[in-house]
T-cell receptor, first 112, second 118 residues
Framework: KQEVTQIPAALSVPEGENLVLNCSFT??????LQWFRQDPGKGLTSLLLIQSSQREQTSGRLNASLDKSSGRSTLYIAASQPGDSATYLCAVRHTNAGKSTFGDGTTLTVKP | EAGVAQSPRYKIIEKRQSVAFWCNPISGHATLYWYQQILGQGPKLLIQFQNNGVVDDSQLPKDRFSAERLKGVDSTLKIQPAKLEDSAVYLC????????????????FGPGTRLTVL
C-alpha cells in the first residue's frame, strides 16, 4: 500500500526566503506526481505535474523535482511572498489508470 | 471557463440524519471524482466516475454512502445515516480523461462542502 508523507506539517518563514517542501512515498513504482495548493475553505489547485520519466518541472518561482529511486519529491519556492501562504499537498498516481494517493500537506505561512 | 460547482457549501446535521451533496463538473469533462478530506489530512478518494460508469469505489463505505452520476454530467453523493466521523470536507473534482495521458488527467477541484455531524 502506497504511503505518502509530507514533512514538515507546518512551516513559517519571513518574506523573501527560498524554501523547500518535502514529499516522500513508499512505493517507487509511480506513474506521476503532482503538487497542489489549497487555500483555506477552498478546493485544490494544481501547481506542477511531473511524469515518472521526468526529473523536474518549473513554473515561475516554483520548481518541483522527482527522485523515484529514493521515493522523494521536493517543491522549491523562490523568493517567498505572503500570497504563497497556503497548504501544499503532493499526490502520487500509481498507474496510468489508477487513483492518486495524497499526503497530508504542509501548511506554509509567509510573514511580511 | 466555469469551474467545478458544488452545493451546499456548508451543512450541519445530527447523527443518523441523511444528507446529499451536489456537484456540477467542468463542461465536457468525462471523469468525476468525490473525495473526503478530514481536517488536517489529505483528500481520500471515495468514488470515481467515467461518464456515468463507476471506475473505482473501493474506499466508499457502501453501507451508508452512495453516489450517482446521471447522464454523465452532474453527480450527487449521499450519506444515510450520517455518523460523527463523517464530519469532513467533501470535494468534487473533474478531469477531461481518466487515464494519465499528456497531463489531460489534471484534476480541477470545486470549493467543497463542509459537513459537520453533531
Amino acid at each position: 500500500k502506497q504511503e505518502v508523507t509530507q514533512i514538515p506539517a507546518a512551516l513559517s518563514v519571513p518574506e523573501g526566503e527560498n524554501l523547500v517542501l518535502n514529499c516522500s512515498f513508499t512505493d517507487s513504482a509511480i506513474y506521476n506526481l503532482q503538487w497542489f495548493r489549497q487555500d483555506p475553505g477552498k478546493g485544490l489547485t494544481s501547481l506542477l505535474l511531473i511524469q515518472s520519466s521526468q526529473r523536474e518541472q518549473t513554473s515561475g518561482r516554483l520548481n518541483a523535482s522527482l527522485d523515484k529511486s529514493s521515493g522523494r519529491s521536493t517543491l522549491y519556492i523562490a523568493a517567498s511572498q505572503p500570497g504563497d501562504s497556503a497548504t501544499y499537498l503532493c499526490a502520487v498516481r500509481h498507474t496510468n489508470a489508477g487513483k492518486s494517493t495524497f499526503g497530508d500537506g504542509t501548511t506554509l505561512t509567509v510573514k511580511p | 471557463e466555469a469551474g467545478v460547482a458544488q452545493s451546499p457549501r456548508y451543512k450541519i446535521i445530527e447523527k443518523r440524519q441523511s444528507v446529499a451533496f451536489w456537484c456540477n463538473p467542468i463542461s465536457g469533462h468525462a471523469t468525476l471524482y468525490w473525495y473526503q478530506q478530514i481536517l488536517g489530512q489529505g483528500p481520500k478518494l471515495l468514488i470515481q466516475f467515467q461518464n456515468n460508469g463507476v471506475v473505482d469505489d473501493s474506499q466508499l463505505p457502501k453501507d451508508r454512502f452512495s453516489a450517482e452520476r446521471l447522464k454523465g454530467v452532474d453527480s450527487t453523493l449521499k450519506i444515510q445515516p450520517a455518523k460523527l466521523e463523517d464530519s469532513a470536507v467533501y470535494l468534487c473534482a473533474s478531469s477531461a480523461v481518466w487515464r494519465a495521458v499528456s497531463g489531460k488527467d489534471t484534476q480541477y477541484f470545486g470549493p467543497g462542502t463542509r459537513l459537520t455531524v453533531l
